[in-house]
């Protein structure tokens, strides 16, 4: 079987893969840095009360 090539992305083909490609990771990383921020936080509160 041959691989069929059907030419160069289009601009919003490019934009799409690389939003599905590193979206999530950048998601994570928001997911990370806030939870993070919320249990210093947490961990404040329950020092000074």
């Given amino acids: 079987m ?3 090539h059907l030419g160069a ?3 919003m ?3 799409l893969t690389l939003v599905l490609a ?3 990771f950048l998601v ?3 997911v990370i840095v806030l ?3 919320q249990e210093e ?3 404040e509160d329950e020092v000074e009360g």
């Fill in 2 to 4: 041959v691989p069929l």
């Fill in 9 to 11: 992305l289009h601009p």
């Fill in 13 to 15: 083909e490019q934009a």
């Fill in 22 to 24: 590193f979206g999530p």
């Fill in 28 to 30: 994570l990383g928001v």
């Fill in 35 to 37: 939870r993070r921020r």
């Fill in 41 to 43: 936080d947490e961990g």
